[in-house]
C-alpha cells in the first residue's frame, strides 16, 4: 500500500492564480482531511469527508473547496491564492467515519508559497 | 475556540534521560486524546492513543487527567531518535466529526 500520497511537494503560486493539490489514499479509509501547518499553529482543519459525495467544512475553510466523488480522492482547490495561503498542507485519512477516535494517517504534505 | 496547549520547548537532554511532556485541554467534552509525532519537515505519524487508565508502549507512557484536563507523555531512556516535535490531540466532542484539535508541538532535542 502507497498509504496517502499528496502531489505537489512544492508549489509557488502568483497571488490570484488557481490550483488543485491532489491527494489519494488506497486504504479505502472512510474519512478524508486536509489541514494546514503555519510556523507557531497548531494543524487546522479545513475541509473534511466522511465518505464520497459527502463533505463539510473545518475550522479555516474560506478559499478553499473540495470534492470528495470517490472514496480514494480528495482534492483540495485555491480558488484565488494570496498570499495569507503560504503554509504547509497535509492530506489526512482515517478507516472509520468516527474519525476522532482512529488513527490518523497523513500524506507527506505539500510546501505551498504564494507570492 | 477549543484550545490545546503544549509547552513548546525545546527541550534539550542528553541521552538516558526521562522527559515528561504536559498539555492541557480546554473542552471537558473531549473523550479521545492522542500523542503524534512530527519529525522535522515530516508528516505527522500516530505515537499513541492515550487511554483513561493510562498507557504504556516500551519506553514511553501517557497518562490522562480529566479532573485536571491535562495528558502527559513520559519517555524514559531517551534516545537519539526521539528528537522530533511530539503533538498533543485532543478529539471526540460528540456528534459531528472533524473536530481533533492539535496541539502547537513541544519541541524535543536529544543530545549524545
Known amino acids: 500500500n502507497a498509504g496517502v500520497t499528496q502531489t505537489p511537494k512544492f508549489q509557488v503560486l502568483k497571488t490570484g492564480q488557481s490550483m488543485t493539490l491532489q491527494c489519494a489514499q488506497d486504504?479505502?479509509?472512510?474519512?478524508m482531511s486536509w489541514y494546514r501547518q503555519d510556523p507557531g499553529m497548531g494543524l487546522r482543519l479545513i475541509h473534511y469527508?466522511?465518505?464520497?459525495?459527502?463533505?463539510d467544512q473545518g475550522e479555516v475553510p474560506n478559499g478553499y473547496n473540495v470534492s470528495r466523488s470517490t472514496t480514494e480522492d480528495f482534492p483540495l482547490r485555491l480558488l484565488s491564492a494570496a498570499p495569507s495561503q503560504t503554509s504547509v498542507y497535509f492530506c489526512?485519512?482515517?478507516?472509520?467515519?468516527?474519525?476522532?477516535?482512529?488513527?490518523?494517517?497523513f500524506g507527506p504534505g505539500t510546501r505551498l508559497t504564494v507570492t | 475556540r477549543k484550545e490545546v496547549e503544549q509547552d513548546p520547548g525545546p527541550f534539550n537532554v542528553p541521552e538516558g534521560a526521562t522527559v515528561a511532556f504536559n498539555c492541557t485541554y480546554s473542552?471537558?467534552?473531549?473523550?479521545?486524546f492522542f500523542w503524534y509525532r512530527q519529525d522535522c519537515r515530516k508528516e505527522p505519524k500516530l505515537l499513541m492513543s492515550?487511554?483513561?487508565s493510562g498507557n504504556e508502549d516500551g519506553r514511553f507512557t501517557a497518562q490522562l487527567n480529566r479532573a485536571s484536563q491535562y495528558i502527559s507523555l513520559l519517555i524514559r531512556d531517551s534516545k537519539l531518535s526521539d528528537s522530533a516535535t511530539y503533538l498533543c490531540?485532543?478529539?471526540?466532542?460528540?456528534?459531528?466529526?472533524?473536530?481533533?484539535?492539535f496541539g502547537k508541538g513541544t519541541k524535543l532535542s536529544v543530545k549524545p
Open positions: 489526512a485519512s482515517s478507516y472509520s467515519r468516527l474519525a476522532d477516535y482512529y488513527e490518523q494517517y
Open positions: 486504504m479505502n479509509h472512510e474519512y
Open positions: 469527508s466522511v465518505g464520497a459525495g459527502i463533505t
Open positions: 473542552n471537558s467534552a473531549s473523550q479521545s
Open positions: 492515550v487511554y483513561s
Open positions: 490531540v485532543a478529539a471526540g466532542y460528540g456528534g459531528s466529526q472533524g473536530n481533533l484539535i
